[in-house]
């Protein structure tokens, strides 16, 4: 069983930076995945970033060049570096876990959090 707390959402004016934090406690597979998605009113929930505990990242394209994903040194956090952001990145932003490979589609993860409020305004 693995447990996800997020934190360090907030409300930002566009082109302001955030970052958020996913601490995670249980036991993780030797080799796993942390992901971060994010879900607007109305809109599917959709994949933003991942990390793979070997040290491979992977982003959508709609963030790439903004947004950066990291590994804390204790390999218990994840990060989501957020810069430059737009309105159209208002979403509920949530961390996830799975073993194995990465991915970025939400079905794909076994664990998710309770995820953190993301709004830019304009």
């Known amino acids: 069983q693995v447990q996800l707390v997020e934190s360090g959402g907030g409300s930002v004016q566009a082109g302001s930076s955030l970052r958020l934090s996913c601490a995670s406690s249980g036991r993780l597979h030797s080799s796993h995945c942390m992901g971060w998605f994010r879900q607007a009113p109305g809109k599917e929930r959709e994949g933003v970033a991942a990390w793979h505990s070997a040290g491979h990242p992977e982003y959508a394209d709609s963030v790439k060049g903004r947004f950066t994903i990291s590994q804390g040194n204790a390999k218990n956090t994840s990060y989501l570096q957020m810069n430059s952001l737009k309105p159209e990145d208002t979403a509920t932003y949530y961390c996830?876990?799975?073993?194995?490979?990465?991915?970025?589609?939400?079905?794909?993860?076994?664990?998710w959090g309770q995820g953190t409020q993301v709004t830019v305004s304009s």
């Open positions: 996830a876990y799975k073993t194995w490979y990465c991915s970025l589609s939400p079905r794909d993860f076994t664990y």
